[in-house]
C-alpha cells in the first residue's frame, strides 16, 4: 500500500490543526496512508490535548505576538516557529495502525534519524527511559529533554518529537523537527523531506506517490477550525 504525499500547504494554528484531523476522520476513496508537511502563517505554539491551560500559559514566551492551540493529539507543548512539521495518518486496519504507540513512535524516528543521517547528522534515537525525578526542562515541554525514541542529536540533544491519537478511523501521527538543532540551514531540508518520506513509505512495504489534496466540505473545514481556534478548545482543561 502506498502513501499519499500531499502537497505543502501554509495555515495558521487552528486550521493546521483541523486539516490534520480531517485527513484522518475524512479521507476520501481508497483507503491508504497518508503523509504531508505544511508551514505556519504565523509564529506559533501548539500543546497537547490533555494539557492544563494554566500550565501551558506559565511555560511560553512573554514575547509576542504568536497563534496557540490545543493539538487533537497528546504530548507536550510545541514550539513552530523554527521547526518542520509533518503529519501522517495510517487507516483503521493498516499493520502500523495496530502497533502499540511506542512502536509507531520507534517506526517514524528510524526513517527520521536516517534521512538525517544521509545529510551528515548525528541523529539517532533516544532509548533511555526518562527518570521522574530527573533535573531537566518543564514536564509537558518538548525539546527541553528526549524522551524514549525522540531522535536526538550529538550530546543528547533533542531534535525531534510527535504526538499520536488513535481512534475508529486510524491513526494520527503529528511530529516536529526543532531544525536548529538538527543543523539548520545546512540541511537541505526539500532533500530530507523526500528521504524521509519514502523511507516511511518503504518500511510500509510501498512507495511515496504524490496525492491531489482531498477535497474536504468547506463548512466542515470552516467549523472545525473555528472550534479549534475558540476559548472553549483552548481552556478545556
Request: proline share 7%; with cysteine; hydrophobic share 40%.
Amino acid at each position: 500500500m502506498n502513501l499519499a504525499i500531499l502537497p505543502r500547504r501554509t495555515g495558521g494554528a487552528a486550521e493546521n490543526m483541523a486539516q490534520d484531523f480531517l485527513l484522518l476522520q475524512r479521507w476520501p476513496g481508497p483507503e491508504q496512508p497518508r503523509w504531508r508537511h505544511y508551514g505556519w502563517r504565523a509564529p506559533a505554539f501548539t500543546f497537547g490535548y490533555s494539557q492544563k491551560i494554566d500550565f501551558v500559559r506559565a511555560q511560553l514566551p512573554p514575547a509576542g505576538p504568536f497563534e496557540l492551540c490545543r493539538r487533537p493529539t497528546g504530548g507536550g507543548i510545541v514550539d513552530h516557529r523554527d521547526d518542520w512539521t509533518y503529519t501522517l495518518v495510517v487507516p483503521r486496519g493498516h499493520a502500523w495502525e495496530e502497533m502499540r504507540a511506542s512502536e509507531s513512535y520507534r517506526r517514524v524516528h528510524d526513517c527520521l534519524a536516517a534521512a538525517l543521517r544521509a545529510q551528515g547528522v548525528a541523529a539517532e534515537l533516544h532509548r533511555t527511559v526518562v527518570e521522574p525525578d530527573r533535573p531537566a526542562g518543564p514536564e509537558g515541554v518538548c525539546f527541553q529533554r528526549a524522551e524514549i525514541y525522540d531522535v536526538v542529536g550529538a550530546g543528547g540533544r533533542k531534535i525531534a518529537g510527535a504526538a499520536q491519537k488513535r481512534n475508529k478511523r486510524g491513526l494520527l501521527l503529528q511530529g516536529s523537527i526543532w531544525r536548529p538543532a538538527a543543523g539548520g540551514a545546512a540541511i537541505d531540508w526539500e532533500r530530507f523531506g523526500d528521504e524521509f518520506a519514502a523511507r516511511v513509505a518503504g518500511d510500509m512495504g510501498g512507495a511515496a506517490e504524490p496525492a491531489p489534496w482531498p477535497d474536504f466540505d468547506e463548512g466542515e473545514l470552516a467549523g472545525l477550525t473555528e472550534q479549534y481556534a475558540s476559548t472553549e478548545w483552548m481552556e478545556a482543561r
